[in-house]
């Protein structure tokens, strides 16, 4: 059950790698945060791994199964990959309903009502506006919306690209906590891009700072935010926390 | 008077087929088939040919359907790995490839005469009957199309082709195959344009290449565009709307004088007036689509 990048190499242009001979490791069950400067390569290794962006060279690998090869879909359907983009990550004219419908096609009919009344339970704000189209909701709603219809397949690894961007202190606090209870409850491994740092610290197990698509730091998510070069350096203008 | 006015409405029927198979395409899914015409042509040739070849229509008219429905096919295989820009490029070059076969493949396809000679629907009947029972046909097979092409819009696989139009990369961090989507959209958008083919072939018991001109894939996207692209109501409008104009156009020269060699121009000129009018006043059709009407609430 571990989701494990190693040795890749990968850009979106000839000769030019984003990643650079990048390794990573995500144990199940685990909370792991991908930090660093704008352009190290954060996003581009959520490509990477869900497979968006092929790799030059090194394999992403699920579960011990080399991913190389497997097309997007099939990683979603598949190989127990779940992918929640930074944008445009609903589909605002559709219902609520008919939104976490469309994450869980995949899933024998009677499976996939058992599990979306589910959710609709563990998300009571979007069971009860489950008719209502998802562009009527607020930013803090649209990402719980988006993190319900990625677990509607019953992921085991659930990436997230800056989940908490465009939204409030409080909904951020907020989001970070569901994020920590959804890994307790549904027991999948959580590999997360953020930009804030402290707050997406607090509720990980571990963390890696990238800096030009290298692992520059990794370590606990402690050791991480009491490093005040990394504070300093990559985080922000002070100490992370 | 009134048979045009039935030759209109039968006309309007047959690229009314036409129009709800690129609405599907473009409209739901949004595939910029640039070729619509290949696909009418297919099928209207695969009618042609085999009726020559002594089959019954109502058995040719399927055989048309299917053959448009595999050229649907292979055009989504073709272009899979292009942009969507490119591939609505090629689609105007497999227009093109299919009407140069067409002008040149004289021992299949009859050449610059084209086909003609054909047995024509309902062979029994005379005039004014063989107008109605024409126009009961189209008009049936137009309700019919429609019925599945809306049908098809409320389903699941539906909302995946309108998630595809607005959002592919979502559609595909979801976990839908959008090549395999686009390929079904096609062979089912490219059947329903091989039934307007075939019909249009056994209407004017003719078929030649001058029919199969960029020119038409023009006006089956604007009867689309007027009418409001997602909507197949709208398609319906838009092609029962153009093919009215584009027929009764030339008929000014008898209230207004005009030389009859203007009235082609003019009605071109019209068309075009038209889809400026309502792209800058009514930007998303006479009939918008539900989920387009909205769209501007999205934050």
């Not at chain 1, 997406?200 to 990794?218: F, I, K, N, Q």
């Not at chain 2, 002008?103 to 024509?120: K, V």
């Not at chain 2, 062979?123 to 309700?143: E, F, I, V």
Request: proline letters at 5%.
């Amino acid at each position: 059950m571990t989701l494990s990048v190693h040795e890749v190499r990968a850009g979106y242009v000839p000769d030019a790698d984003i990643l650079n001979s990048l390794s990573i490791t995500v144990q199940p069950g685990e909370i792991v945060t991908i930090l660093g400067p704008n352009g190290s390569g954060k996003s581009t290794l959520l490509k990477t791994v869900v497979g968006q962006l092929r790799p030059r060279a090194g394999r992403v690998v699920a579960d011990g199964r080399d991913l190389a090869g497997i097309p997007v879909h099939r990683r979603i359907r598949d190989c127990g990959v779940a992918y929640v983009p930074q944008l445009d990550n609903i589909f605002g004219p559709l219902t609520i309903r008919e939104n976490l419908e469309l994450g869980g096609q995949f899933v024998a009919p009677a499976a996939r009502r058992a599990r979306l009344e589910q959710l609709l339970e563990h998300y009571p704000n979007l069971g009860r506006k489950a008719g209502a189209r998802a562009d009527s909701l607020s930013g803090g709603e649209r990402q719980m919306l988006a993190l319900a219809r990625a677990l509607m397949p019953g992921p085991r690894h659930l990436l997230l690209d800056e989940p908490s961007a465009g939204l409030s202190p409080l909904m951020m606090d907020e989001l970070f906590a569901h994020i920590r209870r959804i890994r307790d409850r549904e027991g999948v491994s959580v590999l997360m891009v953020e930009q804030n740092a402290a707050e997406s610290l607090e509720v990980s197990d571990r963390a890696y700072v990238l800096v030009m698509g290298r692992v520059h730091r990794e370590g606990t998510a402690r050791e991480i935010l009491e490093d005040e070069t990394v504070g300093q350096l990559y985080l922000g203008a002070g100490p992370a926390h | 008077m009134l048979e045009f006015c039935l030759h209109v409405l039968i006309m309007s029927a047959i690229f009314g087929i036409a129009a709800v198979s690129l609405n599907l395409q473009a409209g739901t899914s949004g595939l910029l088939n640039f070729g619509q015409i290949a696909l009418f042509g297919i099928g209207a040739y695969a009618v042609a040919i085999l009726t020559r070849a002594g089959l019954p229509w109502p058995a040719a008219l399927p055989a048309g359907m299917a053959a448009a429905a595999l050229g649907g096919f292979a055009i989504g295989r073709l272009g899979r790995d292009l942009a969507a820009e490119y591939w609505a490029l090629a689609t105007l070059a497999v227009a093109e490839l299919v009407r140069l076969v067409a002008l040149n493949e004289d021992w299949l396809t009859g050449g610059p005469q084209g086909i003609g000679g054909i047995g024509g629907l309902f062979p029994g009947l005379d005039g004014m009957a063989r107008a109605l029972a024409t126009l009961a046909l189209a008009a049936l097979l137009l309700l019919g199309t429609a019925l599945v092409a809306r049908r098809l819009g409320e389903t699941q696989f539906g909302r995946v082709l309108r998630l595809m139009r607005e959002n592919p990369d979502l559609a595909t961090a979801l976990g839908h195959d959008i090549v395999t989507c686009k390929v079904k959209v096609l062979a089912i958008g490219g059947a329903m344009a091989g039934l307007a083919g075939g019909l249009y072939t056994l209407y004017l018991a003719f078929i030649g290449p001058d029919q199969l001109l960029p020119f038409e894939t023009f006006l089956i996207w604007t009867m689309v565009v007027l009418g409001g692209l997602g909507n197949v109501a709208g398609a319906v409008v838009g092609a029962l709307l153009v093919t009215t104009l584009y027929a009764g156009i030339p008929f000014l020269k008898d209230v207004v004088a005009l030389p009859s060699d203007l009235t082609g121009s003019l009605r071109v000129f019209a068309i075009g007036s038209i889809v400026l009018a309502v792209l800058m006043l009514k930007p998303q059709g006479l009939v918008p689509e539900r989920l387009r009407r909205h769209h501007a609430q999205r934050p």
